[in-house]
């Protein structure tokens, strides 16, 4: 049964939340970006009565294209600039940018975007010099923002440099001197054209990032991130400070992350993703990770932390054994990382993902922390009355959702849900099955559930070849795109529903309440 708990502040009020990853906006160059369709979905947004947008994390990606396993956390995707400002102040002209615009419009063909984009970027770059001051008129000043995110803007920038000379391998595989480099081979990275050009890319990025941010603030739309747990093998800061993680000092990983085997694989996940070493981050008093969450807070109002069991308990895995039965359960910083955090962030901006098998003792550390956790309706109906995502059951400390980023659409669930599940949904709500979107989405209003988030897929209905990741499949995933007619029939035609909705349940919120 539901029982009061307090909440931050930022989710203290109901409301609702739109989840779609920048990615999958409309655009004209192959893949969603930081521009007008953007601030068209915030325009939908608030007038649909959405207080939130919720996006996969912004960082740039690698080989299969994860949002998830990015270069750099702190950084952000060079695929998201938009390239008008650029046109705009002479930077490359649109005929340059013909190899963009020729790429598909209904998914994001991310071999393709890559051949296109680099030489454009670079070609844009090279008249960076002659253009500086006007682009320094829509971004401010280059020199302060280096200064500003100097904490991770030289690393990714050497990181990025040795990449392209190393032929794109991952960073165990390349040259002893690259691998651990000196003071000698980093100043000397600093002065190329190489590492100037990745710093313009973030730049650029950074700059359009905060014309949006603003842009949505000024319409009482706050904007939530997506951290994980984790960072990604091959990343610049697993590169630079191997001492924070379980290395061994030949540059191997010692332990790398996972989970055990359970009803849904018999032989667990091995995800290789290199562990930290807790000892070390206590007794720097988590330094490194108040500034990796200080970074997201310079994107986003509020960060979802992905994984967030790992801060009680972890699936420690020998690496060389590449079995996830090999591994074990090791003690996580619980409490003494997060009153690290909530002395450093007191209004605690963070929404914890503690999906799955989750212990009470997980969920006791959640509580403690003072985060709120998630919910999934999709999860509800498999089972009887006990069932703890079900509406009567929930707690108010939990962020509701209709489906996140790695479940199928909720009307691809519906279709292929067995027969007794879809009974149960349709019995729990009294309907005929023939709009799951929608009487989903209504039942999510009216839960008790302080913010209910939907992603943009249900709003339009859609299927399963909508999904935009399957776990377990390495490939295909992250390309759905929503169409520029799709956001224009949301806006014209779902808007009034939505609002109205959201007033009927109580989940309105006037500007007076705005975080940010």
Known sequence: MSSKTSLPLWIS????????????????????????????????ATGAGFRFWQTCPVGPTGFGDSPYQVFSSSAGNPYLIDWDPLIENGLIGYEELSSLSELPSDEVDYGSLYHAFFPAARLAFSRFGQFRDKLEVLYGNLDDFCKEHDSWLAQYSCFQSLKRIESNKAWWEWTDSSKKPNAALLEELKASEEYAFHVFLQYVFWGQWKQLRAYANGKNLSLIGDLPIYEAPDSSVVWERPNLFQVDPDSAFSHVAGVPPDYFNENGQYWGNPLYDWDRHEEEDYAWWMERLASQLKLFDVVRIDHFRGFYDYWSIPAKTNDARSGAWENGPGMKFWTVARERFPSLPFLAEDLGLISEEVRDLR???????????????????????????????????????????????YASASEEVRGNFRSYLNVDGSSPSWDMLRLAYRSIAPLVVVPAQDLLSLGSEARFNEPGHPFGNWKWRLSAEQLQRLDKESSPYLAEQA??????????????
């Open 13 to 44: 009020k109901r409301s609702t939340g739109i989840l779609l990853h920048l990615t999958s906006l409309p655009g004209s160059y192959g893949i969603g970006n930081l521009g007008n369709e953007a601030r068209r979905l915030v325009d939908f």
């Open 367 to 413: 509580r403690n922390a003072g985060l709120p956790g998630m919910a999934v309706l999709q999860f509800a109906f498999d089972g009887d009355a006990q069932n703890l995502y079900l509406p009567h059951n929930l707690q108010n400390d939990l962020v509701l959702y209709t489906g996140t980023h790695d479940n199928d659409t909720t009307s691809g669930w």
């Open 503 to 516: 007033k009927i349940a109580g989940r309105i919120i006037d500007k007076a309440t705005q975080i940010g």
